[in-house]
């Protein structure tokens, strides 16, 4: 069975700081990744994918990811982080055999943003 | 651009109603999803539907029920509200078995 950990539950940063979200996974075959953003009262949106390739992966707003086999990670990294970056955060990861239909998602890290 | 539409951000109804939650999709596509998120619970999947008429339950799918006649159109039903149904209510949908999924603003609704 597939798994997602975000092990931080809130993470918390000054404007313009780096920053770093973790996501591990579990699956047995090759993940497809995911990044998604939520905003207050908003649904989630699509950050950025990993399917293949190249393992650094550019997103929208600024963000990456990099798809690390060997650690079954694939965390989001932001070099400057702006108040906007405010959110809710989530991982998840889908099957790239079987066709698995439903992605499983990790519970989210909160972002907090002081100025 | 795909856009999922949940027909309303925010609904209040009384315990033992029946309550419908509607998302249409313009996008053709085949797969969608109705989730509920609770604080530090995440998204938890309720039902899903990889085609017209066809419908899987999900992780929760007690006090509830789906349904999708149209392949843009997948209704979520609560037969007869709780307090405990209380929740933001999410709807999603998704072209094919490993494509990313599109997501609706939610509804948040509120059981009294």
């Known amino acids: 069975a597939q798994s997602v950990t975000q092990p931080d539950i809130h993470i918390t940063v000054s404007e313009g700081a780096s920053l770093e979200l973790r996501c591990n996974y579990s699956?047995?075959?090759?993940?497809?990744l995911f990044w998604y953003v939520q905003s207050p009262g908003q649904g989630l949106q699509l950050l950025l994918k990993?399917?293949?390739?190249?393992?650094l992966v550019q997103g929208i707003k600024g963000f990456e990811a990099e798809f690390k086999r060997s650690q079954s990670s694939f965390n989001l990294r932001k070099p400057s982080v702006h108040w906007s970056d405010a959110a809710e955060y989530f991982c998840?990861?889908?099957?790239?055999?079987?066709?698995?239909?439903?992605?499983?998602f990790g519970r989210g890290t909160s972002l907090i943003v002081h100025p | 651009d795909v856009k999922v539409t949940q027909s309303s951000r925010y609904l209040v109804k009384r315990t033992g109603e029946k309550v419908f939650l509607e998302c249409v999709q313009d996008?053709?596509?085949?797969?969608m999803f109705w989730y509920r998120q609770d604080p530090g619970l995440g998204l938890r999947l309720i039902y899903f539907?990889?085609?017209?008429?066809?419908?899987e339950k999900g992780d929760i799918p007690e006090g509830y029920s789906v349904s999708r006649e149209k392949k843009e159109r997948f209704s979520l039903i609560l037969e007869s509200a709780s307090t405990n149904q209380t929740s933001m209510y999410l709807c999603?949908?998704?072209?094919?078995?490993?494509?990313?999924?599109?997501f609706g603003d939610g509804t948040r609704l509120s059981i009294l």
């Open positions: 990993y399917f293949s390739g190249d393992t």
């Open positions: 539907s990889y085609d017209v008429k066809m419908k």
């Open positions: 999603a949908s998704k072209k094919g078995s490993n494509q990313p999924q599109h």
């Open positions: 699956y047995g075959a090759t993940p497809y």
């Open positions: 998840a990861v889908g099957g790239a055999s079987g066709g698995s239909y439903i992605p499983t």
């Open positions: 996008m053709d596509h085949e797969n």
